[in-house]
C-alpha cells in the first residue's frame, strides 16, 4: 500500500510524525492482517505518488489528486474539506473523508472562551494601561447570563456552544437542521439566523465554507447584530466580508473581533486588519491537527477501505461539507 502525502504548509516535522505514527500502527499485529507490504509513506506530488492507494492531503494543488489515478480514498488532514473540495478535477468516485478529532474541538472551544472573555474583561485596555504603569479599575461588563451565538453546531460547535453555557452564558446555536441540545438554545434556517443576530452580543463562526456559507458575515449581517457585538471566526475566511467588518467596527457597530482566519493566508502584510487595534489576528492556529490523536481516525479509515467498507466522516458532496 502506498500512502501520499501533500501539506501545502510544508510542515517537514509534522510529515515526519505521520509517516512514522501510520508505518508504526500498520506493523503492528492486528493490522498485519491486512497483509501490507510496508506502507510506503511517499510525497503525493513525487512520481511514486502517482501509484499512491491513500491521499492525506491538505491543500493539494488542483489536478494533483485527479494524477492519482490508483487513489481509493482521500483523507482530509484537517476537519474542513473546503481545501480538497475548490479542486475543479476532484475525482468524483473516489470517497473523501474529514478528521473529526476530539482533541480539534476541545483546543478551539478553548481558543473560543480565551478570545471572547479577553474582550468581555477588558484584557487589551487592561494591558494598555499596564503598558504605562496604570493601575485603575473599569466598569465590569456582566457576562451572566450574556446571550452569544454559535453559528455551526456539529463537531466543534457543539462543544464550544456546551462549554459556554458551562461557564454561565445563555447559548443560542444555529446549524443546517434543527437541534435539540441541552442548554442551548437551537435553530435553524433564515428565521433562526435572524434571531441569533439580533439576539446575541458576540457571535462565533465554526461553519464549514460551502457555496451557502461564503460571504454569510457581511454588512447586512453585521447591521442586524446588537451595537457594540463582538465577531469572532474559527470557521473560514471566505465566510466573512473583510471590508465590511472593518466598517462595522469603525462605525462602532461592532465593538472588535477576534480571527483566526482569512481570506488570503497568510496576512498579506498591506492587510487594513494590521492597523485595526479591535481586531485581533491569529495566523490559524485555534485548533492544529494533532498528529498523535487525529492519526486514530486516518488508520481506521485506511482499515475500513482496505476491508471493503466505507469509512466515517465522509465527505457530503451535495451538502459540500
Ligand atoms: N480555525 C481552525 O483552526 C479550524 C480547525 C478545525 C476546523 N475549522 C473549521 O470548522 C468547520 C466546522 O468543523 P466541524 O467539524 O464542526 O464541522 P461539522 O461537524 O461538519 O459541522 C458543521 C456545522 O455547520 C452547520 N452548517 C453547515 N452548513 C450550514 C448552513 N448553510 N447553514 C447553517 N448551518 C450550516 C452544520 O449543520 P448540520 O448539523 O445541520 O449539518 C453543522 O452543524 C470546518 O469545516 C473548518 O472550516 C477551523
Known sequence: MII???????????????????????????????????????????????????????GPPA??????????LIISLGQGVDHIMRDPDLPDTVPVCRLVDPDMAHALSQWVIAVLLDHLRDGPAYREQAA??????????????????????????????????????????WAASQKSLPDIACHSGPAGWQHCLQTARAHICILPLTKKTENLFNAKAFAQMPKASYFINGGRGRQLVEEDLLAAIQSGQLAGAALDVFRTEPLPEEHAFWLEPRITIWPHVAARTNPETASRQVIAAIEAVLDGQLPANLLDRTRGY
Do not use: M
Not at 9 to 31: E, H, K, M, V
Not at 63 to 72: P, T, W
Open 4 to 58: 501520499g502525502y501533500y501539506d501545502k504548509t510544508g510542515d517537514q516535522q509534522s510529515r515526519a510524525r505521520w509517516q512514522q505514527l501510520l508505518q508504526t500502527a500498520f506493523a503492528r499485529p492486528n493490522l498485519a492482517r491486512l497483509n501490507l507490504a510496508g506502507p510506503d509513506f511517499v510525497a503525493l506530488d513525487s512520481a511514486a505518488g502517482r501509484h499512491a492507494d491513500i491521499a492525506l492531503v491538505w
Open 63 to 72: 489536478g494533483l489528486l485527479a494524477s492519482c489515478k490508483r487513489l481509493r
Open 132 to 173: 504605562g504603569r496604570v493601575f485603575q479599575q473599569r466598569p465590569q461588563i456582566q457576562t451572566l447570563d450574556l446571550p452569544v451565538a454559535v453559528y455551526g453546531l456539529g463537531a466543534i460547535g457543539r462543544v464550544i456552544a456546551e462549554r459556554l453555557a458551562a461557564i454561565g452564558f445563555q447559548v443560542l446555536g
